[in-house]
């Protein structure tokens, strides 16, 4: 059947996004992973289309397999880090927000002295 290599191009295009993804996610690089995340929904809508008429044979599904679960794995350690970068921005938000309400606080009493930054 003719689907079989033109499946396996599509999950090697999806295994090459995801693990470009997951590079520009450990090293933070958000913004051109937003970029790649388009890429790779465009190939999963593309994989979605040549599967909607014609399901895989077995045999193709199993020759798949690996391919799929290192992209899944792929995915899942995108995620962790997504999570681990809101963490991080959550973070920073509530120390802004205390520290608004404090200086908020402190202003209502008078003149309020602000540490310099050191340079």
Do not use: C, F
Request: aromatic share 4%.
């Amino acid at each position: 059947m003719t689907i079989a290599p033109h499946l396996i191009a599509i999950y090697q295009q999806l295994l090459d996004l995801s693990q470009g993804m997951l590079r520009l996610a450990a090293d933070g690089e958000w913004d051109e992973l937003i970029t790649k995340e388009m890429e790779y929904v465009s190939a999963v809508q593309q994989l979605a289309r040549s599967t909607q008429d014609n399901a895989p044979s077995l045999q193709t599904q199993e020759q798949l397999r690996p391919v799929l679960r290192h992209i899944l794995d792929n995915e899942s350690e995108v995620k962790r880090l997504l999570q681990a970068r809101l963490d991080e921005l959550a973070q920073l938000v509530g120390q802004s927000s205390r520290q608004k309400t404090m200086m908020s606080a402190y202003g209502k009493q008078g003149s309020v002295l602000v540490p310099r930054q050191s340079v």
